[in-house]
């Protein structure tokens, strides 16, 4: 299916030069001369590079058809991460770039769903949220504000800042976005 560079919004896929690219940013600018055109903010999903580029804004580009597909992440060797495919039971392997910030939501067994395109894994998502377990962090500090945070690390290896009265050991739910906490498990 056609679209034009006009009606881009962010995250359509469409197909530049033969590969995927995804709309990161876009904005239409109109020069006092001439015709309108988009200036972009693009990533290609294949190589995981981005790109500022300029369109004419009536350029016609093919919508990149992105297959989601369910999967399980089983585990992790060196830079190497490893999931398989619930249905067929495949294992597809993604390099540590691929992955990106995401390895510090993946948990053995976790879902996660796999982006692929013409056969071949561009990246995964991971849901929205997910739940980690605080591994290290000081004490609580008696009688700081209930406002006041702490740094944190988590079963994954990821940092971040968490109340006073986090403790080693528990539970807590963690936006995969930001990678910021948001509550209690």
Excluded: C
């Excluded at 058809?65 to 369910?70: Q, V």
């Excluded at 039971?89 to 796999?114: A, H, P, R």
């Excluded at 377990?133 to 008696?142: D, F, G, Y």
């Amino acid at each position: 299916m056609a679209i034009e560079a006009g009606d881009f919004r962010t995250g359509l896929t469409v197909m530049v030069d033969g590969d995927p690219w995804q709309v990161i940013e876009f904005m239409h600018v109109k020069p006092g001369k001439g015709a309108a055109i988009l200036k972009t903010k693009m990533k290609n999903l294949k190589t995981g590079s981005t790109q500022e580029r300029n369109f004419n804004a009536n350029t016609k580009f093919e919508t990149a058809m992105i297959e989601k597909k369910a999967a399980q992440y089983s585990y992790s060797a060196g830079d190497t991460y490893y999931f398989m495919d619930m249905e067929t039971f495949e294992t597809y392997e993604l390099s540590e770039d691929q992955v990106g910030f995401n390895k510090y939501f993946l948990i053995e067994g976790s879902d996660i769903m796999l982006a692929m395109f013409e056969g071949e894994v561009l990246t995964i998502s991971v849901p929205d949220k997910v739940v980690l377990t605080v591994t290290e962090t000081t004490p609580a500090i008696k009688g700081a504000p209930s406002t006041q945070t702490k740094d944190a690390t988590t079963n994954t290896g990821l940092t971040l800042r968490v109340p006073q009265f986090i403790e080693e050991g528990e539970e807590i739910l963690v936006s995969t976005t930001d990678g910021k906490y948001s509550s209690r498990a």
